[in-house]
Each structure stands twice: as C-alpha cells, then as structure tokens.
C-alpha cells in the first residue's frame, strides 16, 4: 500500500459526521475532502478542503471522487447514479453504490431484511390505494416514506381513521406499530478485507415532541440475551448487505422480549458517538479503517457512557448562541462537542455531550444536567 500520509479521502457530506470522520482520518494521516453545499460546513472548519456544491451535483461530485483514492460519505441523500458509473470506471467508493441503493429506498432495505430472514416488523407496500389498504393492513399503523425521510422526517402514525386524510403523499409502505420495550442499536464494521467488527449494544432513547434521538445509553441495559441476539442480528445485517465500512443498525426490542430491525445507517451514527471517549477506536476511526483496507480496532466499550444531543432551542433561529457550555465542562467526564454549524433552528442537531462513568446511573444524572444547562439559542 502507498504511504497513507499522502492517500487522499473524499467525504460527500461536511456536517458533524464528515467533521468527526476527517479528524479521524487525519489523526491517521489522510488527506481529506469534502463536498457539501453549505460553504463553511463544519468538516471544512477542521481544514478539509471543501467543493460547495448540492449532494445530487454528478459534475462536482465526479471532481471529488477522482480526485481521492477512496471516497465515502456521511449521508444517503446523494446522487448514487454518478457513484455508480464511477465506480464502474474503477473508482473507489465505499459502501458501494450498490449498497446505498438498498438503504437510500426503506421499502428496499425491507425487502432484503425478509430476503435473508433477518426479523423486522410486519410491513406492506402501499400501491395505488392507500384508504383501502390501510384498512386492509389495519389500524394503528406506521407510514413511511420509501425515500428521503430521516430524523422522523417521512415517518407518520396512523391511528385513527382521521388521520389517513393526513397521510403521506409519496411511493410509501405501512408498517405495524411495533409495541416498543425499547429502541436499540449496534454499530458494526466491516472493512476491504472481510474483517468484522461490532460494538456493544446501547440503548437510544426519543425526544417525543421531534422524534428525534435525543440520549444513547452504553451499554444498554438489557439481558445479556438480548444482546447477544441483537448483535447477531446487527452482524447479519452487514453481512447480507456486503457492505464496506461502519453501519448503525437500529433495532426495536418489542415488549414480547423480540428484537426486530427497524433500519440501517450505512455510516457513522448518532448512537455512536460515545465510541469517542469509552471504547478503544471510535467509530469513525473505525470506519476509516474500514474503507482503507486497514486493520480493524478493537471495539471495546472501557466504561459506561451516555451520550445527549444538544438540539437547537425551540423559538430561536439564525446565528448560534451556546448557553452554559463552562457548567457542562466543569462536570466530571463529561466532553462537549459543538458541531460548528453557521444557524441554529429547533431541534437542529448543533452537538452532543458524552459522560463516562463506571456508574452508569451516575452519568445518566449527570448527562441529565448537561442537558439541562447547555442551551443553544441565537443572536
Ligand atoms: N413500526 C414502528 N412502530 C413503532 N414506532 C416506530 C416504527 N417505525 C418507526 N418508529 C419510531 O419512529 C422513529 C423514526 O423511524 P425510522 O424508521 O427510524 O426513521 P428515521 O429515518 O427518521 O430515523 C423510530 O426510531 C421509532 O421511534
Ligand atoms: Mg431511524
């Protein structure tokens, strides 16, 4: 292999997941790219050169990809034709476009889940008439978006007849609503060489009002069972896809003790970035490892962590003000992340807080407080 310090990474996408991998890569040696269409994007604020241009921009995106010797990316809401012909032509994109294809289309992640009878919930597609087949589906039910949804963006529960007159209008599918225990999620490398590699299982708890991952919990507290079956499961998930790099896999644990998956993040994911301060690599070392042909870290967790994301306040929008960052600081093992993006607006990811203590009750309390003090406002 060349000498890694003059190997080139393009990232699509700059915002905190592109910032966080290129510090990873960097630390290694890597020199990095990035495309992103906000100029000054949080991965440019590391010292990433930056191509401003749109995810679905084939010119400026071709310009990245040949111009680094491995390209990858921190969102699925890209132009995956340009990254095909791409690689066609021999270029290096990891995962594969083939894989992005599967994840970018919920309905297509779905029908691969039941492909390699991998447990997922109850589902079915929604094909001309929505009124009569959510009656035949039946009520609850949850509708999804095939494409373009995240953060609970293009999720929409049906409960009551009433509310279908408010159902989504795009190519979608039902899915029953699962009775949740809780929500779970594993993180998983695989890299060039067929080397796997998965991190414990945490727990992602929901900011209710925005649906929105709101506190991971690691490692989750559940049956060691239970972990195991949900690793397993994390484990054959990537493996079906035969992806190349990091995946989140998200997983709900039904009341009834079942673990179904719920869905795949074909990149870092907000439910690991405790991996920063408790385990040995962190995921975004891991994935860059992954993609490089590299061999893998260890994905051992030291000690427990809980990690809160730091939303944008609720009222305040534009220029972002950081409230009560030097309270947060001065509590022990905690670490601040500020993502650095330019505007602030409710419920904007802005950055996370992770706590590590022996005691995870204690950094549950503690991350609580973090929560409550730092406050991202504007001005
Ligand atoms: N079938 C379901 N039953 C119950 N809750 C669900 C179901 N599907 C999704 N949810 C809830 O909505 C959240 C977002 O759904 P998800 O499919 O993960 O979309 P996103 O791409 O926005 O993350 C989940 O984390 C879960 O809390
Ligand atoms: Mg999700």
């Not at 907000?270 to 994935?287: D, K, L, V």
Request: hydrophobic residues 40%; proline residues 4%; charged residues 25%.
């Amino acid at each position: 292999m060349k000498n890694i310090a003059y190997l080139k990474i393009g990232i699509i996408g700059g915002g905190q997941l592109g910032k966080m991998m290129a510090l990873e890569a960097k630390k290694l040696g890597f020199f990095v790219s990035v495309l992103d269409p906000t100029p000054g994007c949080p991965a440019s604020q590391v010292g990433c050169e930056q191509i401003v241009a749109d995810f679905y921009d084939a010119q400026k995106i071709r310009e990245l990809v040949t111009k680094s010797d491995i390209s990858t990316y921190e969102i699925e809401h890209i132009n995956t034709n340009v990254l095909k012909d791409l690689a066609k032509e021999g270029y290096t994109v990891h995962p594969s476009p083939e894989v992005l294809e599967i994840i970018k289309d919920k309905s297509l992640q779905k029908k691969m889940l039941i492909r390699n009878n991998i447990p997922t919930a109850r589902w079915k597609m929604v094909e001309k008439n929505l009124v009569s087949e959510i009656a035949d589906f039946g009520l609850p039910a949850v509708q999804k978006s095939c494409r373009g949804g995240y953060d609970g963006r293009g999720v929409l529960v049906l409960r009551t007849e009433e509310d279908i007159k408010g159902a989504l209008k795009c190519d979608s599918f039902l899915e029953e609503l699962v009775d949740i225990d809780r929500e779970l999620a594993v993180m998983v490398a695989r890299s060039t060489r067929g080397e796997i590699k998965w991190y414990p299982v945490v727990e992602m708890a929901f900011d209710e009002r925005a649906n929105i991952c709101d506190t991971v919990i690691a490692p989750a507290r559940v049956d060691p069972k239970i972990c195991q079956t949900a690793s397993e499961i994390a484990v054959s998930c990537v493996e079906a896809l035969g992806g190349t790099g990091i995946f989140g896999i998200e997983m709900f644990l039904t009341k009834a003790g079942k673990v179904l998956v719920n869905e795949i993040a074909p990149r870092p994911h907000n439910s690991g970035h405790y991996t920063i301060e408790a385990c040995a690599t962190s995921q975004f070392e891991q994935h860059i490892r992954a993609i490089a042909g590299l061999p893998l870290g260890s994905a051992e967790l030291f000690f427990p962590a809980v990690m809160v994301n730091i939303l944008g306040e609720e009222g305040y929008e534009g220029r972002p003000l950081y409230e009560g960052i030097e309270d947060v600081l001065a509590i022990p093992g905690a670490s601040v992340h500020i993502y650095g993006k330019k505007t602030t607006k409710p419920f904007r990811k802005m950055g996370h807080v992770t706590i590590v203590d022996r005691d995870i009750n204690r950094a549950l309390e503690r991350a609580e407080i973090a929560k409550r003090k730092l406050k991202v406002k504007s001005g």
